[in-house]
């Protein structure tokens, strides 16, 4: 059984993010979305309104859990029998800071990062955007998944 972690704030969860899911469904068997609760970060949306969100996203997907996590994310990995972490690559931007935490994560633990480089139609989608577009009053049913709505 290939168990992976999806970890993230998910402030919220977007359509990059499903879509990263969905290709990661297809060589793992199951993937256990981790919503790191980061004291320091303030978050437009409230825990328990990012796990709804998650868990409509996945309604008829049984391989896909949620859940929320307080610790390191190799040891809520290691707390959920995941061997692999699953992350998503928009830009050269992100690559150095995932580099450096992948390297980490397998020299702590052993624990293989899996990075999937990002559709090119969903680069531009990030929650930092939607949460800026929320603030002004505007839609942003384009960026959350299929049947998740606000
Ligand atoms: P973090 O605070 O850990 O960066 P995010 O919720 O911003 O959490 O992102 C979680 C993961 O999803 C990261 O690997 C990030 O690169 C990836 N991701 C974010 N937006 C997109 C997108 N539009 N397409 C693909 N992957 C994305």
Redesign the pocket.
């Known amino acids: 059984m290939k168990r992976a972690i999806?970890?993230?704030?998910?402030?919220p969860?977007?359509?990059?993010?499903y879509?990263?899911v969905q290709r990661g469904l297809t060589f793992f068997d199951e993937i256990v979305i981790g919503i790191?609760l980061?004291q320091s970060?303030k978050t437009l949306f409230t825990i328990d309104k990012r796990l709804e969100m998650i868990q409509q996203a996945f309604k008829d997907e049984p391989r896909v859990k949620v859940a929320s996590y307080n610790s390191l994310t190799v040891d809520f990995a290691l707390s959920v029998q995941a061997d692999f972490v699953l992350?998503?690559?928009?830009s050269v931007g992100?690559f150095e800071y995932?580099r450096t935490v992948a390297d980490a994560n397998r020299k702590l633990t052993g624990i293989e990062t899996v990075?999937?480089l990002?559709?090119s139609e969903?680069?531009?989608?990030?929650?930092t955007v939607a949460r800026d577009l929320i603030s002004y009053g505007k839609d942003i049913s384009a960026f959350l998944p299929p049947n998740v709505k606000l």
């Open positions: 999806f970890p993230g704030t998910f402030d969860f977007t359509i990059g993010h879509s990263i790191g980061n970060k992350r998503g690559l928009r992100d995932e990075i999937l990002t559709e969903y680069s531009y989608i990030s929650s």
